[in-house]
């Protein structure tokens, strides 16, 4: 499926994005509300029987998503509450919380998020348990691979796990008014660590489940990469000084894979954290120790970038493919929120009710 987001390989110091679907808050990325694209997000049927020349779509101001709101200031959090945000919820585990407990200047950001009197659920997809040196690499090796079938069985990885924290989002979202109140916002935002991955999934399935159709979901989800764009070359560049990884990359380019028992190693002496910092070890170590040549060097470089730029994309590939999982593993999305989800007719019926509107 083509992109139509450049895939430079510099990332632009600003970037300008499209008002809408995004906002653009200074020290948050990623900021968008996913119905208001592509100026509007059209559901194919209605939510019940009636006139079917009616058009229908999903109901803006609502479905926000953005990365890691940490480094929000408190003119930042004022600016969350006044685009119609009023309840915030995490997806990260313990772990990430925890590295980023001290936001912006030190502050602690929980503090200023409370004082706006923006409320905020963590619903960790992950327990503190799934982050493990040995899950971690296993994850780690998937997000590396060639073409999508990794991150479809990272997702997959996701969507088993997923089930309490999304359910907590799908009862707030219908259980909220057909209108907006006038006395404080209702707006939900869902965040992950970069608004991608966990994030994108829940919109995935919720926008499948009201009948959006899936080219569309999927071109939403690839917004990422737009969103994410100022930010990419940093995280680049940090996995490509990370000697763990041109490792991995050096034992794939060389022809000796490296095993789940070297990555395990490699995860651990670089904390809980796929992009945390290494405790030891530079890119001449590397070398040294694989006896790599200088044109197998410059391979791993060039191959290293490629994987590092996968890691960090939101491909619609992946999109169409995690979607077409839900619909083998548990008979379709609406199937996936009963079984895995807990949800039942009230609730799913209530998403509907709120969720979709006439275009008027």
């Known amino acids: 499926m083509a992109s139509s987001i450049p895939s430079t390989n510099k990332s632009p110091t600003t970037t300008h994005l499209p008002i809408p679907p995004f906002y653009q808050i200074p020290n948050i990325n990623n900021l968008r509300d996913a119905a208001l694209y592509p100026g509007g997000l059209p559901v194919t049927s209605p939510s019940s ?24 200031t408190q003119e930042g959090w004022a600016a969350i509450k006044e685009i119609g945000i009023g309840c915030v919820f995490d997806l990260r585990s313990a772990p990430e919380v925890e590295k980023t407990k001290l936001g912006i200047d030190g502050q602690e950001w929980l503090g ?33 691979a060639e073409g999508v079938e990794g991150f479809a069985e990272a997702y997959h990885d996701i969507l088993t796990h997923a089930g309490p924290a999304y359910r907590s989002i799908f009862l707030y979202l219908a259980s909220l008014p057909l209108s907006q ?72 380019v060389s022809g000796r894979e490296v095993s789940t028992e070297e990555m395990v190693d490699l995860v651990s002496k670089r904390g809980v954290h796929l992009g945390g910092e290494e405790k030891g070890g530079n890119r001449g170590d590397v070398w040294g120790d694989m006896g790599l040549g200088e044109d197998v060097r410059e391979r791993v470089m060039q191959e290293g970038r490629k994987a590092a730029l996968r890691m960090v994309g939101a491909r619609e590939e992946a999109m169409i493919r995690a979607l077409e999982m839900v619909d083998r593993e548990w008979g379709g999305v609406e199937g996936y929120m009963r079984k895995v989800c807990g949800l039942g007719d009230r609730e799913l019926e209530g998403l509907r009710r709120v969720l979709v509107v006439r275009d008027e």
């Open 181 to 252: 109140p006038s006395s404080s916002p209702i707006g939900a935002l869902i965040h992950c660590t970069a608004g991608k991955d966990r994030t994108g999934l829940f919109l995935g399935l919720l926008l499948s489940f009201l009948n959006v159709p899936a080219p569309l979901i999927a071109r939403e989800y690839h917004l990422s990469e737009l969103g994410l764009l100022s930010i990419r070359e940093e995280h680049v560049s940090k996995l490509m000084r990370s000697p763990g990884f041109l490792k991995f990359m050096a034992g794939k």
């Open 112 to 144: 200023m998020m409370e004082k706006e009197g923006v409320k905020r659920v963590w619903c960790p997809v992950f327990e503190e348990s799934d982050y493990s040196p040995a899950r971690l690499a296993e994850r780690y090796m998937k997000y590396m």
């Open 49 to 72: 029987a009636g006139d079917q020349t009616r058009e229908y779509k999903v109901r803006p101001g609502v479905l926000f998503r953005s990365g890691d709101v940490s480094r929000l």
